[in-house]
């Protein structure tokens, strides 16, 4: 019992953080009079309502939790807040069914970008401004769970980053408890976002674009405020400041803070998830321009350049913005696209997928594998620079990654199994378990998931939780062991 009034302390204070950030929204809506203001004010009464009775009736609850207890709480916390983050969407538009609502809010909060929502132009300030804070306040909400929870089953994180990343980050170089962790991240995850502001605002958006896609762009949510999404502005120099940002939202928020910590470039230099991401990531957009250019769907190598560098980065760091519709593009392209969503982002960074880190280390495990079955009497530990990677780790990496595409062919099949067609199905599982926003087909960038059943929705909608937790932190509470321990 004392277990289940700690969830509802802990999980009361986050919904009082919700309704506080839902009055932003309230107060913008009122001073631009974009007739939004009774949506607003019923979403944020009833979520303060909720969340001052959950947490002024459990002030007496002592506050340690437990591991089992923590899981649960990150269960809880990305599963239920949706449903609260539903009413200003419900409210304003009574039409929207709760299936689609609560697609809407698990696709911000889980940073995916994939929506349901058609005439987003036309759409009041408020409720634009919303979607885009969802994402950014998510992106936030990941750094920590990345800092807090993952480290405790040791799958992935700041501990998988500095255990197993040698270079830059050590434990030395990051303040020794997690709540001034968080701290330093938070302020680096706040300053980029203010940066990218004033940098696409200087590109040419105005103010409110410019915050609303800073928001989006710093935690890789992809949400515009434009159905159109970046093709709107049809700008390179926005195009190019999206990129940047992008591309800094996918490094491992720990680096950019030793970075600046210590005001130099090497930390970076050092960081082989870095210089892996960068590799990867600029080698392919030079090829797919090349493909681009050569099969003729751009008339010089420059424009295919501009478009494949642009919307390649967007999916290959798990955010959802685009300026072309790349399913008619070769398929090759947008293929490639979907495999670097699962693999690019870093450890420590607002993307999703495997992450570059385990990539790494399975990369090695099997290149180890091969070195012993040539040698089989050798003994050559693994390692990633200087640095010994310990079986615990490994195993670790080898049962997450079984993990994460038994279900996703466990998820395609069950889209299969409700009539969509393979490329549309495989497609919107990846993306969703990416939290990388559009697919291919019925679910391309120019489409949305609004024509889906309400079934494939909510399977849409379990892979974007399941893909956001990292799998375990789902899984797990599934294990009888786990809650005899």
Request: hydrophobic share 50%.
């Amino acid at each position: 019992m004392t277990v289940i009034l700690t969830i509802a302390h802990i999980f009361g204070l986050v919904t009082l953080c919700f309704s506080a950030l839902m009055s932003t929204c309230l107060i913008t809506s009122e001073v631009v009079g974009d007739g939004a203001t009774t949506a607003f004010v019923n979403g944020t009464s009833i979520t303060l309502l909720i969340g001052s009775l959950l947490f002024f009736s459990t002030l007496w609850v002592p506050k340690k939790v437990s591991r089992q207890a923590g899981f649960l709480l990150v269960a809880m916390t990305w599963s239920l807040t949706p449903v609260l983050c539903t009413i200003p969407l419900m409210s304003y538009i009574p039409t929207l069914s709760f299936v689609d609502a609560y697609f809407e809010t698990v696709s911000g909060l889980t940073t995916s970008g994939a929506t349901i929502l058609s005439g987003i132009d036309n759409l009041p300030l408020s409720i634009n401004l919303w979607r885009c804070e969802l994402n950014w306040i998510a992106g936030m909400g990941i750094i920590i769970f990345a800092v807090a929870i993952l480290p405790i089953l040791g799958i992935g994180g700041m501990q998988l980053y500095k255990a197993e990343t040698p270079g830059s980050v050590k434990e030395s170089d990051l303040p020794p408890r997690i709540a001034q962790t968080a701290k330093a991240l938070w302020f680096v995850y706040a300053g980029l976002t203010l940066l990218c502001m004033i940098a696409l605002r200087w590109a040419g958006m105005g103010w409110f674009d410019a915050i609303c896609h800073a928001f989006s762009a710093m935690s890789l949510g992809g949400v515009s405020t434009h159905d159109s999404s970046i093709g709107f502005f049809n700008s390179l120099p926005i195009e190019i400041v999206l990129i940047v940002f992008q591309l800094l939202a996918a490094i491992n928020f720990a680096t950019h803070f030793v970075a600046i910590q210590k005001q130099s470039f090497k930390p970076y230099l050092f960081d082989r998830e870095v210089r892996g991401f960068l590799t990867l990531v600029s080698s392919s957009c030079l090829f797919a321009a090349f493909v681009l250019w050569d099969a003729g769907t751009y008339p010089d190598f420059l424009t295919a350049l501009r478009y494949a560098s642009f919307n390649l980065v967007s999916v290959a760091t798990d955010s959802a913005f685009t300026n072309q519709n790349f399913n008619v593009w070769p398929i090759f392209v947008p293929m490639w696209m979907l495999f670097l969503s699962c693999i690019s982002a870093s450890s420590g960074s607002t993307g999703g997928g495997i992450r570059m880190i385990r990539t790494i280390i399975l990369m090695k495990q099997a290149r180890l594998e091969m070195f012993k079955f040539i040698h089989p009497y050798a003994i050559r530990p693994l390692k990633i620079g200087d640095t010994i990677v310990s079986n615990k780790i490994v195993n670790s990496v080898t049962g997450f990654i079984f993990l994460y595409f038994i279900s996703v062919v466990i998820l395609t099949f069950a889209l299969l199994l409700s009539g969509l067609d393979f490329l549309s199905a495989f497609s919107a599982v990846i993306t969703c378990f990416n939290n990388a926003g559009p697919g291919l087909n019925e679910v391309g960038p120019i489409s949305t998931y609004a024509h889906l059943s309400d079934v494939q929705k909510a399977i849409c909608t379990f892979a974007m939780l399941l893909g956001r937790v990292q799998i375990f932190s789902i899984v797990i509470l599934f294990i009888p062991e786990f809650w005899r321990k």
